[in-house]
């Protein structure tokens, strides 16, 4: 096992990967250690930020080239550190997900990080409403929501009896 570090790169079936932090060699620490990865395809682009925080937005902005529409994974499930709104011109995504646990101790992500994505009319999902979302970057088209779980399929306490038989709709 390696530390990933920005520059590190590969392609596969067609579709481009980057790291674009931490900077080498590896000297921060902490949350804004994390790995960020840029995933590059035809039809659009996917950021993975990690936890990084608002201190390190401005570099990870200024490190994504132009290129086709993006879609952003919220930073830090959407703390009060993250997605300033900088950040969130600079990247213009087409939406964002907001990987979060339902009824999170923390209460990500946080109001004021909605309302910024608000502001600017990002579209934002977030997965306690949600569940898994499922996503396509079609070459012909620009990125786009597939399927949003918890939308698509009841809530499994509700589909099955308790002896594990299918409940009768």
């Not at 530390?3 to 804004?32: E, I, S, Y």
């Not at 087409?94 to 923390?106: E, I, R």
């Not at 997965?127 to 898994?132: D, L, R």
Request: hydrophobic share 40%.
């Amino acid at each position: 096992m390696q530390q990933c570090h920005a520059g590190q790169q590969w392609q596969w079936d067609g579709v481009a990967f980057r790291m674009l932090r931490p900077p080498a060699p590896v000297t921060v620490k902490g949350n804004d250690a994390g790995c960020v990865l840029l995933v590059t395809g035809s039809g659009g682009r996917l950021l993975l930020p990690a936890d990084t925080s608002s201190n390190v937005e401005s570099d990870i902005a200024g490190a994504v080239p132009a290129g086709p529409p993006l879609v952003l994974v919220v930073p830090h499930h959407g703390s009060k550190t993250s997605s300033g709104i900088d950040y969130l011109r600079a990247l213009q995504p087409v939406f964002a997900v907001a990987s979060t646990g339902y009824l999170n101790a923390y209460h990500h992500p946080a109001a004021e990080v909605v309302a910024r994505y608000g502001a600017l009319g990002i579209p934002l999902l977030d997965t306690p409403s949600t569940g898994a979302v499922r996503m396509a970057f079609p070459a012909s088209a620009g990125p786009r929501i597939v399927a949003e779980e918890r939308r698509r399929q009841a809530h499994y306490w509700r589909e099955t009896g308790l002896n594990g038989s299918t409940a009768s709709r």
